[in-house]
């Protein structure tokens, strides 16, 4: 089989040998296999890409009896994190059409009959930094035929999987599963360890089941943090048994999640896990000491007076044993390695204007900007004392600098420059900008998430190491259950390709991605995931009748 135009010289080179005719004629195979070439590398429809893939132009068929097999992985399993993945995988392939497909009518070479997954870790353990790298090979030829995956970890193979059921087409001739463009060699890792999202639950309340689904959905572009921004000024919705009255700040009673509910979505409960057996880190938010005037609903102490709420107040001591409260019970759930403890939009007039707060601040000689220092820096000796690094947002490196604990990872939202100021203090890094990579601002448009660079002005190779990655946000003044993920896709997956793909990899002209983008966001909806059209600005409606690969 000709599979690149390297094989096609080299074939008219010795057939030249032969004659002049034999090489004219190699000469046409040869003009017909390049320009294939050229066509099919426009159809690679797989989504974020691959940092290496070879492949041909041969079919295979699905069997009907799709096997998973794992002899020779050191992983055991226990839990069925694999097994239910490629359950997952393989109903989802099949649930865009009613399968029709007869085996026995087809020649057996051409039948696919399982797939061949070997993990070498024995461990089940999420973290940041755990190996996320896989390799699938699907061969043209063999008996039996099976594809296979390999990787160091079993959350590698999950994203082995999620490519694998890329490849896969529904074929409407034989209506059934054929994998086109076999043979495959796909060997592929992320270019940066955090690929976030992050939810708001406290501007509009989220049903369990939306945000597992958005879960979902993260796996199919690779993302493996759900930032769960769970409470703000304007509700607080979370059940916390340390604590039980800070959820009288949720708008409404059915409007709460309890402790359970957090635990099922985020770790283990009997088996029955969410986020982790899918690959996803779920980082917690609580934003301090601004954004939590709803706290005070419940424990009113917390507020500086009755007329100004918010910030809370830094002269009470109750104030700083909830939140080591509020902690100790995140660590029994979240337990990735970071918490994110905020830090922005602290307006200190509240403490200064408050007769109690005001005297506390001038014995302890104190104004309004050393008393938010103290406070950041306070709340952050309360996190690393229950193991957790933490993350604040720019605003606390934009005051306080190296003052912050060496342990923080500083989440840029605003300046253009301060990714690069943060690393060249020795500080770690996540970017979202809001210019580009706000679901919320609906003008952000597909083009703009794909090209924002994490990395811009940061050459230095150990400054480059300490930026983590990047996150995508959708704040929630205007999102609810309604329309979520019409607002994160198909936008969030042009970012995701940014932090999964290797640099060189990437396009310099967004446009040269916009078809395979624009598959993506159909194989979305095909999975029934509400994508919209990457025409127009954030989450709107098609403008008129067409093929969803053209809006």
């Not at 390297?6 to 190699?26: K, P």
């Not at 020779?72 to 009613?98: E, N, P, Q």
């Not at 001038?362 to 309360?382: C, D, P, T, W």
Request: glycine share 6%; hydrophobic share 40%.
């Amino acid at each position: 089989m000709l599979k690149n135009n390297t094989d096609c010289l080299l074939s008219c080179c010795r057939m030249g040998r032969r004659g002049l005719e034999g090489m004219f004629l190699w000469y046409l195979v040869c003009i017909f296999v390049i320009s294939a070439n050229a066509i099919d590398i426009k159809h690679l429809n797989i989504w974020p890409m691959p940092k290496s893939v070879s492949y041909g132009y041969g079919n295979l068929h699905l069997s009907n009896e799709f096997e998973l097999r794992t002899d020779g992985s050191k992983f055991a399993d226990a839990s069925s994190i694999l097994k239910d993945a490629f359950k997952r995988s393989i109903d989802i392939v099949r649930s865009t059409h009613v399968i029709e497909f007869n085996a026995s009518k087809v020649d057996p070479s051409l039948v696919l009959k399982g797939i061949h997954i070997v993990v070498s870790s024995p461990s089940d353990e999420l973290q940041h930094g755990t190996d996320e790298s896989y390799k699938l090979h699907v061969p043209a030829q063999g008996n039996p035929l099976y594809a296979h995956i390999e990787a160091k970890t079993v959350y590698g193979a999950l994203h082995g999987l999620e490519t694998f059921s890329q490849v896969c087409h529904y074929n409407i001739s034989s209506r059934g599963i054929q994998v086109h463009q076999v043979p495959w060699t796909i060997a592929d890792q992320p270019r940066f360890s955090y690929r976030g999202l992050l939810i708001d639950t406290s501007r509009h309340y989220l049903p369990v089941p939306v945000i597992k689904k958005v879960i979902d959905s993260m796996t199919y572009a690779k993302l493996n943090v759900l930032h769960w921004h769970i409470v703000d000024t304007q509700s607080f919705p979370l059940e916390l048994p340390s604590y039980p009255k800070l959820w009288n700040g949720a708008y409404s009673i059915p409007e709460r999640y309890s402790f359970a509910d957090a635990e099922e979505i985020v770790r283990q409960v009997n088996r029955h896990f969410y986020a982790k057996r899918r690959g996803i880190n779920v980082l917690a938010e609580i934003d301090v000491p601004g954004h939590a005037e709803s706290w005070g609903v419940g424990y009113p102490a917390l507020w500086p007076s009755k007329d100004c709420k918010q910030p809370l107040d830094v002269s009470n001591e109750f104030t700083f044993k909830l939140i080591d409260g509020i902690l100790a019970d995140f660590s029994k759930i979240f337990k990735y390695k970071f918490v994110h403890l905020g830090g922005d939009e602290v307006n200190t007039s509240c403490w200064e204007t408050t007769p109690h707060v005001k005297k506390w601040l001038h014995k302890n000689h104190m104004n309004g900007s050393k008393a938010y220092e103290y406070f950041v820096l306070r709340a952050q000796k309360i996190a690393l004392s229950h193991g957790y690094d933490i993350i604040n947002w720019e605003e606390t490196f934009n005051n306080f600098g190296k003052k912050l604990n060496p342990k923080t990872v500083v989440h840029n939202w605003l300046g253009s420059s301060v990714a690069q100021n943060v690393v060249k203090a020795g500080l770690r890094c996540i970017v979202s900008n809001q210019d580009s990579w706000y679901l919320d601002h609906l003008d952000a448009l597909w083009q703009g998430f794909y090209l924002n660079e994490p990395l811009t002005n940061i050459t230095d190779p150990k400054q480059q190491a300490l930026v983590l990655g990047g996150e995508v946000c959708a704040w929630a003044e205007h999102i609810d259950a309604s329309d979520i993920e019409q607002t994160i896709w198909p936008r969030a997956a042009a970012a995701a390709e940014r932090l999964w793909t290797p640099y060189d990899k990437l396009a310099k002209d967004p446009e040269k991605v916009k078809s395979r983008l624009s598959y993506f966001r159909c194989l979305l909806n095909q999975r029934g995931v509400a994508a919209a059209p990457l025409e127009g600005l954030g989450r709107e409606a098609p403008v008129e009748p067409a093929s969803c690969y053209l809006q």
